[in-house]
Nanobody, 126 residues
Framework: QVRLVASGGDSVQAGGSLRLSCAAS????????MGWFRQSPGNSREGVAG???????TYVDSVKGRFTISQDNAKNTLYLQMNSLKPEDTGMYYC????????????????????WGQGTQVTVSS
């Protein structure tokens, strides 16, 4: 059974950093593409960063140069290092996964993922 558990969310001031983690179980993460999404009240869920099975990464323009997605296959854990945080980064952050053979080219599209974690809240104050 695929399970994703996100953690690491917190309240920080603008300019601060956080590292989110997503512990995966029930499947080998190296065979899955994975991603991070966020959602704030009144807005749709937005793709933030994705990592393909070959390790290639993609980011939404608003976080390029500030966020880094990475994967530790030995620990079956996905990470999102977030630096220079801004108030507009505030939201509930979700990790997602999909089996490699079913991965879309667009890893920022929420429709590309069939497995989701429960979310972890990030709040950035000015």
């Amino acid at each position: 059974q695929v399970r994703l558990v996100a953690s690491g969310g917190d309240s920080v001031q603008a300019g601060g950093s956080l590292r989110l983690s997503c512990a995966a179980s029930g499947f080998p993460s190296r065979n899955y593409c994975m991603g991070w999404f966020r959602q704030s009240p009144g807005n749709s869920r937005e793709g933030v960063a994705g990592i393909a099975t070959d390790g290639s990464t993609t980011y939404v323009d608003s976080v390029k140069g500030r966020f880094t997605i990475s994967q530790d296959n030995a620990k079956n854990t996905l990470y999102l290092q977030m630096n220079s945080l801004k108030p507009e980064d505030t939201g509930m952050y979700y990790c997602a996964a999909e089996r490699g053979e079913r991965c879309s080219r667009n890893l920022l599209d929420k429709r590309a993922f069939g497995y989701w974690g429960q979310g972890t809240q990030v709040t950035v104050s000015s």
